[in-house]
């Protein structure tokens, strides 16, 4: 919503604005925290340093996603960036975004060789209702010569039971639950998720598959 | 060059083959034998490699050096090259025989799980070439468990030599005939005279290690009794190791007497060495502002401000250029917007055009809710794809956001270019650019490989869309490609002088055209180009072609007068002139196959066909093979009696993972002689048109989001 929003103000005065990510008040925002938040690979490992007060202090009020890709040696904050429709977008200042559906993750770009889409909508609903539940989910993939690949996966969501977890020093009662996925032709599930939400829906913490290349993102909600 | 590019590149080895869930492929990959074809040493088996596997394999025994490139052309139908040298074999007068020689293998049968029939194969060796090689076999192969292989089969020719069973079919099988012409295509051969049995077992303990033990039908009659190596026994054992998904390499005792080695580099074009790194520079795309909320941005009467059109204009060109992608003309009206964009760093269409997209909703009022995207490609328009602006808004996000896009936008043939949508300023447009380059020839019997190398200076001025100027020179730093020689020839020497054109060491003027290209409307496109439109030849040219956007056949007609060029690629003109001109139809196949005959005048005078058939994949790699066959007949054509061959393309993208258009390729003949040659004249029109069409857009459009 706030893209939008800044490309309607650049409509409404033609000249004052450019393609200059300086004039954009995202960008402003995250420049000037962009040690805490951005620790990209920078030799002793990734590691995310900010803390709600360097946040705070920092100016950012709307909501972050902490990512971790252990595979890439990645720890990022991505900020709520847009929402089109029940999609939030999530986005971190050289262009990397996830985009997650009630929590479940959907899709990465800029990592690499990303997840292109991994459906979201049967979770969704299975996590609603709160017990065991089975489902499938489309999982799509562009392959080496840039082909759209699709496979159907077949999960089974379970209770694990309530777990208290603390996201970025503050506590939160949640369930967890655990969705295991397999697909034709694998031996074994071929990815568990974790899941930790909280009494009112919100997923606080999760760590959810993002294809065979990216591994496990690991993330958490950040809500100052 | 992209020898040695692929050579470095195998060096590095491969990421796993494993399927887009990770999964990785059951069992050990087939060996590569010293033909390089799924086998076991010398004998092959009824295996084939992963569809579209392109292999390099080298191979040494006995004083017998093997150079194949081997390709998986369809999952059943593979194809090798050869370039082979015999030490010692003192035949024809060449101490060491050097030979060129074509194969070709069917899999008639796959063996199933679950299914105790085997894997069955047909294969013909050496089918065009002189046929010191060749042999035509029927094999069998079946697996047990991941590790174990047993394969026989019957041969003939080669392969039917040693400890012969009789000839099932017909007894007479012409005699190979040493400094033959050659290259005659040998089908009244083909399964004749004596067959022999042989077989093998192959025994791979581990994913990487392969044991091996063959009984050989190939007596090597004509090599033991030349003295070039003393075969012993039927029985080769051997091992071999993968070191790396590309790499496997081997070692054996051959026929009693003697060690053989074995290296088989492997690719396939869906394993990129580097996967592509997409940025999205862009971004998800910008949403426009909720209607009801915002009634005020959505008002179109901001067209009424002058300055809003050039402002609008200057900031898609900026951004479209951080994209790679040259904005040539636009139109903006209160409800639909045009951009003509050329796009110069995507080999996907599709990701042009996506991107483009995502730029235009970025800037472009809520008001605009349609926009067309035109492809341009040196001035010429060729297609406009159109889309409405809600549809790429609610899809993005979509899990089917590739397949529910492609149901919902429309690709139309473009029209001209509007002089007054032309970008302010643009025109005319000078472009240069200064870069290596190299030229090689190969096959010379005393220098394998020649090569030159140096810089190419290249300029383009473009006076309006489409009517451009274009040159290029080039300055020979190094290289033996002087020693290449020339050979006698019953035609003129339309190709044979080629070599001449390599001796000298100044400042060549490679190519200095002017051209236009145009849409002519109603589906036709036409060229015109004059000047010095080769390296050996200048003269005019003027083609016309027919294409509907999403039509699969094409037809077109193509005239030139073209002189002979002096050697040392100056201005001047020799002594032979000629009109030359093919009718061409061109069919896609589906499924990245191509085919093109053409069907006319080669620069010799000579009549007849050109038949081309190449694969393309979506990410560029392509390829091809041709053969051309003309009323010349074998004794006047020379060596190898018609002209043929086979070519590569492989894109630089492919190497780094970095998008680039830039692309390696070589096209690889037998031999060069005079008959069935074609003029080449810059900027054909198919290629051209046929990247900005339906069906190379569909087979590329996974990439439109990214």
Same mark, same amino acid.
């Given at each position: 919503?706030?893209?939008?929003?800044? @490309?309607?103000?650049?409509?409404?005065?033609?000249?004052?604005?450019?393609?200059?990510?300086?004039?954009?008040?995202?960008?402003?925002?995250?420049?000037?925290?962009?040690?805490?938040?951005?620790? #990209?690979?920078?030799?002793?490992?990734?590691?995310?340093?900010?803390?709600?007060?360097?946040?705070?202090?920092?100016?950012?009020?709307?909501?972050?996603?902490?990512?971790?890709?252990?595979?890439?040696?990645?720890?990022?904050?991505?900020?709520?960036? $847009? #929402?089109?429709?029940?999609?939030?977008?999530?986005?971190?200042?050289?262009? @990397?975004?996830?985009?997650?559906?009630?929590?479940?993750?959907?899709?990465?770009?800029?990592?690499?060789?990303?997840?292109?889409?991994?459906?979201?909508?049967?979770?969704?609903? @299975?996590?609603?209702?709160?017990?065991? @539940?089975?489902?499938?989910?489309?999982?799509?993939?562009?392959?080496?010569?840039?082909?759209?690949?699709?496979?159907?996966?077949?999960? $089974?969501?379970?209770?694990?039971?309530?777990? #208290?977890?603390?996201?970025?020093? #503050?506590?939160?009662?949640?369930?967890?639950?655990?969705?295991?996925?397999?697909?034709?032709?694998?031996?074994?599930?071929?990815?568990?998720?974790?899941?930790?939400?909280?009494?009112?829906?919100?997923?606080?913490?999760?760590? $959810?598959?993002?294809?065979?290349?990216?591994?496990?993102?690991?993330?958490?909600?950040?809500?100052? | +060059?992209?020898?040695?590019?692929?050579?470095?590149?195998?060096?590095?080895?491969?990421?796993?083959?494993?399927?887009?869930?990770?999964?990785?492929?059951?069992?050990?990959?087939?060996?590569?034998?010293?033909?390089?074809?799924? *086998?076991?040493?010398?004998?092959?088996?009824?295996?084939?490699?992963?569809?579209?596997?392109?292999?390099?394999?080298?191979?040494?025994?006995?004083?017998?050096?093997?150079?194949?490139?081997?390709?998986?052309?369809?999952?059943?139908?593979?194809?090798?090259?050869?370039?082979?040298?015999?030490?010692?074999?003192?035949?024809?007068?060449?101490?060491?025989?050097?030979?060129?020689?074509?194969?070709?293998?069917?899999?008639?049968?796959?063996?199933?799980?679950?299914?105790?029939?085997?894997?069955?194969?047909?294969?013909?060796?050496?089918?065009?070439?002189?046929?010191?090689?060749?042999?035509?076999?029927?094999?069998?192969?079946?697996?047990? *468990?991941?590790?174990?292989?047993?394969?026989?089969?019957?041969?003939?020719?080669?392969?039917?030599? !040693?400890?012969?069973?009789?000839?099932?079919?017909?007894?007479? /099988?012409?005699?190979?005939?040493?400094?033959?012409?050659?290259?005659?295509?040998?089908?009244?051969?083909?399964?004749?005279?004596?067959?022999?049995?042989?077989?093998?077992?192959?025994?791979?303990?581990?994913?990487?290690?392969?044991?091996?033990?063959?009984?050989?039908?190939?007596?090597?009659?004509?090599?033991?009794?030349?003295?070039?190596?003393?075969?012993?026994?039927?029985?080769?054992?051997?091992?071999?190791?993968?070191?790396?998904?590309?790499? /496997?390499?081997?070692? !054996?005792y051959m026929y009693g007497s003697e060690v053989g080695v074995n290296l088989a580099f492997s690719f396939n074009p869906r394993r990129p060495l580097t996967p592509m790194n997409h940025q999205p520079s862009t971004g998800p795309i910008a949403l426009r502002p909720d209607r009801a909320e915002n009634p005020d941005l959505w008002t179109a009467e901001w067209v009424?401000?002058?300055?809003?059109?050039?402002?609008?204009?200057?900031?898609?060109?900026?951004?479209?250029?951080?994209?790679?992608?040259?904005?040539?003309?636009? &139109?903006?009206?209160?409800?639909?917007?045009?951009?003509?964009?050329?796009?110069?760093?995507?080999?996907?269409?599709?990701?042009?055009?996506?991107?483009?997209?995502?730029? +235009?909703?970025?800037?472009?009022?809520?008001?605009?809710?349609?926009?067309?995207?035109?492809? +341009?490609?040196?001035?010429?328009?060729?297609?406009?794809?159109?889309?409405?602006?809600?549809?790429?808004?609610?899809?993005?996000?979509?899990?089917?956001?590739?397949?529910?896009? &492609?149901?919902?936008?429309?690709?139309?043939?473009?029209?001209?270019?509007?002089?007054e949508d032309l970008v302010a300023g643009l025109y005319p447009r000078f472009d240069w650019s200064l870069r290596p380059y190299t030229r090689s020839s190969y096959f010379d019997p005393a220098n394998p490989v020649l090569m030159n190398v140096g810089a190419r200076l290249r300029a383009s001025y473009e006076v309006r869309p489409g009517w451009r100027f274009d040159?290029?020179?080039?300055?020979?730093?190094?290289?033996?490609?002087?020693?290449?020689?020339?050979?006698?020839?019953?035609?003129?020497?339309?190709?044979?002088?080629?070599?001449?054109?390599?001796?000298?060491?100044?400042?060549?003027?490679?190519?200095?055209?002017?051209?236009?290209?145009?849409?002519?409307?109603?589906?036709?496109?036409?060229?015109?180009?004059?000047?010095?439109?080769?390296? +050996?030849?200048?003269?005019?040219?003027?083609?016309?072609?027919?294409?509907?956007?999403?039509?699969?056949?094409?037809?077109g007609g193509e005239v030139n007068y073209a002189m002979q060029r002096d050697f040392d690629s100056g201005f001047g003109f020799r002594d032979y002139d000629v009109v030359t001109g093919h009718l061409s139809t061109y069919y896609d196949m589906g499924d990245g196959y191509h085919i093109q005959v053409d069907a006319g005048r080669y620069l010799a005078g000579d009549?007849?066909?050109?038949?081309?058939?190449?694969?393309?994949?979506?990410? *560029?790699?392509?390829?091809?093979?041709?053969?051309?066959?003309?009323?010349?007949?074998?004794?006047?054509?020379?060596?190898?009696?018609?002209?043929? *061959?086979?070519?590569?393309?492989?894109?630089?993208?492919?190497?780094?993972?970095?998008?680039?258009?830039?692309?390696?390729?070589?096209?690889?003949?037998?031999?060069?002689?005079?008959?069935?040659?074609?003029?080449?004249?810059?900027?054909?029109?198919?290629?051209?048109?046929?990247?900005? &069409?339906?069906?190379?857009?569909?087979?590329?459009?996974?990439?439109?989001?990214?």
């Open positions: 919503m706030k893209r939008s929003i800044g @490309a309607g103000l650049c409509l409404l005065v033609l000249s004052a604005c450019g393609q200059a990510v300086s004039d954009d008040p995202f960008f402003t925002a995250v420049n000037s925290i962009r040690g805490g938040l951005f620790n #990209r690979d920078t030799g002793g490992g990734a590691a995310f340093t900010a803390t709600r007060d360097s946040l705070r202090e920092s100016g950012i009020t709307s909501p972050v996603m902490i990512t971790r890709v252990p595979a890439r040696d990645i720890a990022v904050g991505l900020i709520d960036y $847009q #929402r089109n429709r029940d999609v939030t977008v999530w986005r971190s200042t050289d262009g @990397a975004t996830i985009s997650t559906a009630g929590g479940i993750l959907l899709n990465t770009r800029g990592f690499g060789t990303d997840l292109h889409s991994l459906e979201s909508a049967p979770v969704e609903t @299975a996590l609603l209702s709160g017990g065991l @539940a089975e489902y499938s989910r489309v999982f799509r993939a562009i392959d080496g010569e840039g082909a759209l690949q699709r496979a159907r996966l077949f999960c $089974q969501l379970a209770p694990v039971g309530p777990e #208290r977890i603390d996201v970025l020093g #503050r506590a939160y009662d949640t369930r967890r639950f655990r969705e295991t996925c397999t697909a034709d032709g694998t031996g074994g599930a071929l990815f568990e998720n974790d899941y930790w939400r909280g009494p009112d829906g919100t997923i606080w913490k999760s760590r $959810q598959w993002a294809g065979p290349e990216l591994g496990y993102l690991e993330l958490e909600r950040v809500i100052n | +060059m992209a020898a040695l590019v692929l050579a470095a590149a195998m060096l590095c080895g491969q990421g796993a083959r494993a399927d887009i869930l990770g999964r990785q492929p059951v069992g050990p990959q087939p060996t590569l034998n010293f033909f390089g074809a799924p *086998g076991l040493m010398d004998m092959p088996s009824a295996e084939v490699m992963p569809d579209g596997e392109f292999s390099t394999i080298v191979s040494y025994f006995g004083g017998v050096t093997r150079n194949t490139l081997s390709f998986q052309i369809t999952p059943r139908l593979s194809g090798s090259f050869r370039y082979s040298a015999t030490q010692d074999l003192n035949l024809a007068g060449f101490s060491t025989y050097f030979d060129r020689s074509f194969d070709l293998r069917y899999q008639l049968l796959e063996q199933r799980q679950g299914s105790w029939l085997p894997s069955v194969a047909v294969g013909l060796q050496d089918f065009v070439g002189t046929g010191i090689f060749a042999g035509e076999y029927i094999v069998a192969s079946r697996s047990f *468990g991941d590790t174990l292989t047993v394969t026989g089969g019957v041969g003939w020719g080669r392969l039917g030599s !040693y400890n012969s069973i009789g000839a099932p079919f017909s007894a007479t /099988r012409p005699a190979f005939v040493p400094g033959d012409p050659g290259g005659e295509i040998a089908y009244d051969q083909w399964f004749r005279g004596q067959a022999a049995l042989f077989g093998g077992i192959e025994w791979q303990p581990t994913d990487r290690l392969g044991l091996m033990l063959e009984y050989s039908s190939d007596a090597y009659s004509l090599e033991t009794s030349r003295g070039v190596f003393d075969r012993r026994s039927p029985w080769n054992v051997g091992v071999s190791y993968q070191v790396n998904p590309s790499l /496997r390499l081997g070692a !054996y009424a401000d002058p300055t809003a059109r050039p402002a609008l204009g200057e900031r898609l060109a900026e951004a479209l250029a951080e994209e790679g992608q040259d904005l040539i003309a636009y &139109h903006l009206g209160p409800y639909d917007a045009e951009i003509r964009i050329d796009n110069t760093r995507y080999i996907a269409v599709a990701q042009a055009l996506g991107r483009a997209a995502r730029v +235009m909703a970025e800037f472009l009022p809520p008001s605009i809710e349609t926009f067309h995207i035109t492809l +341009m490609d040196e001035g010429l328009a060729i297609s406009t794809l159109t889309v409405r602006r809600s549809d790429l808004e609610a899809l993005e996000q979509e899990p089917d956001a590739v397949e529910a896009l &492609h149901s919902v936008v429309g690709l139309t043939a473009a029209t001209p270019t509007r002089e040159g290029a020179l080039t300055y020979r730093l190094a290289g033996n490609l002087d020693q290449a020689r020339t050979s006698a020839s019953a035609l003129p020497p339309v190709r044979t002088s080629g070599p001449l054109y390599n001796r000298n060491d100044g400042v060549a003027i490679e190519t200095l055209t002017f051209s236009h290209a145009r849409s002519l409307g109603n589906d036709f496109y036409g060229r015109v180009t004059a000047g010095y439109l080769e390296r +050996m030849y200048g003269g005019v040219s003027a083609e016309l072609l027919w294409r509907p956007v999403g039509s699969q056949l094409a037809f009549w007849g066909a050109t038949l081309s058939i190449d694969r393309e994949f979506r990410n *560029g790699w392509s390829v091809g093979a041709f053969m051309t066959l003309t009323d010349v007949s074998a004794q006047q054509f020379g060596e190898g009696s018609f002209d043929k *061959g086979i070519r590569f393309t492989i894109p630089v993208s492919w190497f780094t993972g970095q998008p680039s258009q830039q692309t390696l390729g070589s096209t690889i003949r037998p031999i060069t002689r005079d008959g069935g040659a074609r003029l080449d004249v810059p900027g054909r029109l198919y290629d051209r048109v046929r990247d900005g &069409h339906l069906g190379n857009l569909d087979d590329q459009w996974a990439q439109v989001w990214r």
